[in-house]
């Protein structure tokens, strides 16, 4: 379990998570600094047709794993999501079954630290975090970040496709080779 007093060095990790209609195209962005302020990691990622809830987490297990995989020992988490802050803190149960597991995730990672904190700060201290998390989500649906070429009119965004080999068992089409991200948009196209 970590310990309460901070140490003499910890990491500082600011994340973020959304979700556009919430459910609808989430990401996550993690801005991970060391004391001074100097950046040490930019994390974010595309998860696909999730609830900002969901980002938020996995904002938080991006972090963490960053910092366990490096061998860092104290982190301290500010995100602007109140609820997972309370959840992680015990003061609010997680009741929801799709983030019992992300929780679970998030609370093993913890224990490999000798220091942990987290808090709660609002939306304009997170703005970097928040920033990686609106691009993660950009990218993920072809969409331009929206302060690219201000008054250029936006063109039509290309979307990268990419091709998949499966087969049709029971109905469902079973991938041979790779995963598709959660929520992705696909058109099948039947080969004898």
């Known amino acids: 379990m970590p310990q309460h007093t901070p140490p003499q060095h910890y990491l500082v990790a600011h994340i973020d998570g959304g979700a556009r209609g919430n459910p609808?195209?989430?990401?996550?962005?993690?801005?991970?600094?060391?004391?001074?302020?100097?950046?040490?990691?930019?994390?974010?990622?595309?998860?696909?047709?999730?609830?900002?809830?969901?980002?938020?987490?996995?904002?938080?297990?991006?972090?963490?794993?960053?910092?366990?995989?490096?061998?860092?020992?104290?982190?301290?988490?500010?995100?602007?999501?109140?609820?997972?802050?309370?959840?992680?803190?015990?003061?609010?149960?997680?009741?929801?079954?799709?983030?019992?597991?992300l929780h679970a995730r998030a609370k093993e990672l913890i224990a490999h630290l000798d220091w942990f904190s987290i808090g709660h700060v609002l939306r304009g201290h997170n703005q970097e975090a928040d920033r990686l998390a609106n691009e993660a989500m950009d990218k993920g649906t072809g969409r331009r970040p929206e302060n690219v070429g201000a008054g250029v009119p936006a063109r039509a965004a290309v979307v990268k496709t990419q091709e998949f080999n499966g087969i049709v068992r029971d109905g469902k089409i079973e991938l041979l080779d790779g995963q598709l991200p959660e929520g992705s948009r696909v058109q099948v196209r039947v080969k004898p």
């Open 24 to 101: 609808g195209p989430s990401g996550y962005g993690v801005v991970i600094q060391d004391q001074s302020g100097k950046k040490v990691a930019a994390l974010s990622d595309y998860l696909g047709h999730q609830t900002n809830n969901f980002a938020e987490y996995q904002g938080l297990i991006a972090a963490l794993e960053y910092v366990v995989k490096h061998s860092h020992k104290a982190l301290k988490v500010v995100s602007d999501s109140e609820l997972m802050v309370r959840q992680i803190k015990g003061i609010y149960k997680v009741k929801n079954a799709a983030l019992q597991d």
